[in-house]
């Protein structure tokens, strides 16, 4: 399934979307972040579509003028989270390509994503994440509406193998 914005097509990840992700995926300043590694290689980024992007829920965020897949969003309900949710709740997880950060692009594509979750799957509660020191992923939280909730401490992230402090945000059903 598709979902679209004035800018955006949020579509399900193709195998051939394997170059476009990992010339966004394997800049570092992008995966760390977010609590992965950046990508190897183009054949890494192939083996995660497959492997994890291939998720029901998980969306390609293909900037419409270009036709190319810059980042990916997901919804994640239920105990499908990260965070174990009863199932009438989900959790929203992207990132953005650097080129495309400061352009109000992936508000664009979380507000769609919340539209699609609260009046179409009648979702009640929406919740999103971000690692201490994330201040744009912060942001783009707050624009679209997530209210702090509570902090995480001194968490084992296996991911990348680390212990990381992670801020969970929350947004009602509006």
Request: with cysteine; charged share 30%; net charge negative.
């Amino acid at each position: 399934m598709n979902l679209e914005t004035e800018r955006l097509l949020l579509r399900p990840w193709k195998s051939e979307d394997a170059e476009s992700l990992y010339k966004y995926a394997s800049d570092d300043r992008v995966g760390p972040i977010a609590g992965w590694n950046p990508h190897k290689s183009v054949e890494d980024s192939a083996q995660i579509i497959n492997d994890v992007l291939s998720a029901e829920g998980t969306y390609a965020v293909v900037l419409k003028e270009t036709n190319e897949p810059i980042g990916s969003i997901g919804l994640m309900i239920g105990e499908k989270s990260n965070l174990r949710l009863p199932e009438k709740e989900g959790e929203i997880g992207y990132w953005i390509g650097v080129p495309y950060w400061g352009q109000c692009l992936m508000p664009e594509a979380i507000n769609e994503l919340i539209r699609y979750a609260f009046v179409e799957l009648k979702i009640s509660r929406l919740w999103c994440g971000y690692f201490d020191g994330n201040e744009k992923s912060k942001r783009c939280q707050e624009k679209c509406g997530f209210k702090y909730h509570h902090t995480n401490k001194d968490i084992y992230w296996e991911l990348t193998d680390d212990i990381r402090t992670e801020h969970i945000t929350c947004l009602e059903k509006r």
